[in-house]
């Protein structure tokens, strides 16, 4: 007589809208729990194991045997039950095939502001900076264009350092990539991270005119922003910052223009940073990311500072699902993000695509995994000359794709996969080994997520069709600064 066993690593029930959804955490599919379902889930979870006798007897004369049966029918093939511990392998991706399709150029490693919390481990001054030469950056741009089979688009994103120090050699390598581009039959994009300092007529004249995808650094009002965002002499930020973002904001509307916030020791009012940057500047969407710390760094978040802000998050989140009902956009680009992944159910068994589309070019030249981990000592993986280095590539994913014996287990592992490489990087010196720090933040924000994704698909399911639709035309693929 075979025992059903409640595989709780398999899946994640949350009421929503009075209703259990229930997220099937290898595929991150969601499926709504009927009455007969929610029930037979209830006594496995009461119980941990039954008999399948058991099942039956308990629900006769509450439900009829066929919902019964299909109901445990359909929780065994999501192997959300099982006679025995049953792993939902997600399938590995053929890394060897995947092609580039975005391109990091790192124009410098020079920048003319000193924030604390910077991670860059080869930042200079702009005078002290090394510099991509034009040469080689054309070469990261053939090797692009070579390398995107069958991407119909590319794209090719400017970082530093701070990019806009370079203007210069910028205009000149958009125009070659547009141009190259054409000849091979693909269009290109182009998007930039900046701190605004530097921004200026004509460079918001070019945005517009290139349709560049645009992420602002910027922790908020004058006094959040000036904490950590200072000058090289030390001096605070904000009002020159201020001042350039209402330029770009009404100069640029080919694409919505973002920001991201950086979340520090003492700037955690995530509401308030919110309202400043959305309702009085005028950003499109807000973006939050804690700041990149090792386990001693001044301005690293503790455990409370970590539960002020997923409250905070929590508020904006609920703000959002009612826009949502209203069939209203809003513009809190961590819920965005969140609510993307679940309706498109994302399945990761690597965490970014950190060496899967994407690469980025040093200063030397050099290929790194992301626009993080250039001019650090990890990993060179082919350079522009001699092209990507496929077997160092291949093995890196390979065992990335491995997942921790603890991430298992965990019903975030789907949206998660372990965590960003550099963080790991920078915590442990080993980007394959997950830091574990924020797990509870990452699985209590999923459980948020499905509620209220549950609450939007119940009260106006066409949000997400109308929102889907619009996606190409939306913010610029900015990356983490
Ligand atoms: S790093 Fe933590 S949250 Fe992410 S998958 Fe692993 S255990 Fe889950
Ligand atoms: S910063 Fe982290 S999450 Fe972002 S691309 Fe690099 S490794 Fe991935």
């Not at 690469?359 to 290929?367: F, I, M, S």
Request: a negative charge; glycine letters at 10%; proline letters at 4%.
């Amino acid at each position: 007589m075979s025992t059903l066993q409640l595989q709780r690593h398999n899946y994640r029930a949350v009421h929503a809208g009075g209703q259990r959804i229930l997220l099937h955490v290898p595929t991150t599919s969601l499926f709504e729990l009927d009455r007969a379902a929610d029930a037979v889930l209830g006594l496995l979870e009461e119980k941990g194991e039954v008999r399948r006798e058991d099942v039956q007897a308990r629900f006769d004369g509450a439900y009829s045997p066929g919902e019964v049966c299909d109901s445990l029918t359909d929780l065994l093939s999501l192997g959300v039950l099982a006679d025995g511990r049953k792993d939902y392998a997600i399938a590995a991706r053929p890394i060897e095939r995947t092609p580039l399709n975005t391109l990091v150029l790192t124009l410098t490693t020079g920048c003319n502001l000193g924030c604390s919390y910077c991670y860059r481990e080869d930042l200079t001054t702009p005078r002290a900076a090394a510099l991509l030469e034009r040469e080689v950056a054309m070469r990261g741009i053939d090797l692009l264009l070579r390398e995107a089979v069958d991407h119909p688009r590319v794209n090719v994103v400017f970082f530093g350092g701070e990019p806009l120090t370079r203007f210069a050699l910028l205009r000149e390598l958009v125009a070659y990539a547009e141009e190259q581009a054409a000849l091979a039959g693909k269009g290109v994009d182009f998007s930039l991270t900046t701190n605004a300092t530097l921004l200026n007529d004509e460079i918001v004249e070019f945005f517009q005119a290139h349709r560049f995808g645009v992420s602002v650094s910027m922790d908020g009002d004058e006094l959040n922003h000036d904490r950590h965002r200072i000058t090289i002499g030390g001096k605070g930020t904000y009002k020159q910052v201020a001042q350039n973002v209402r330029r770009l904001l009404a100069g640029v509307s080919a694409r919505p223009v973002g920001v991201r916030v950086t979340l520090a020791r003492g700037n955690t009012d995530v509401v308030r940073l919110y309202r400043h940057l959305h309702d009085e500047l005028g950003f499109a969407e807000v973006g939050f990311a804690p700041a990149t710390a090792g386990k001693d760094a001044p301005f690293g978040l503790g455990d409370d500072e970590m539960r002020v802000v997923l409250d905070a998050m929590k508020t904006l989140g609920r703000e959002y699902v009612q826009a949502a009902r209203r069939g209203e956009r809003h513009g809190f680009s961590n819920m965005n993000q969140l609510m993307q992944d679940l309706w498109s159910g994302t399945r990761k068994t690597l965490p970014c695509g950190a060496g899967i589309g994407l690469l980025a070019v040093g200063t030397r030249g050099d290929l790194s995994l992301c626009h993080r981990f250039t001019g650090s000592d990890f990993g060179r993986f082919g350079d522009v000359e001699q092209g990507i280095d496929r077997a160092a590539l291949t093995d890196f994913l390979q065992q990335a794709q491995e997942p921790h014996p603890a991430c298992r287990d965990c019903r975030a592992r789907s949206i998660c996969a372990g965590g960003c490489y550099h963080e790991a990087y920078v915590r442990n010196g080993n980007p394959l080994s997950p830091t574990f720090a924020h797990c509870d933040f990452v699985r209590e924000w999923l459980d948020f997520g499905i509620e209220c994704y549950g609450e939007i698909i119940l009260a106006n399911p066409a949000f997400f069709t109308a929102r889907s639709a619009a996606d190409p035309a939306r913010a610029a693929a900015a990356l983490t600064p």
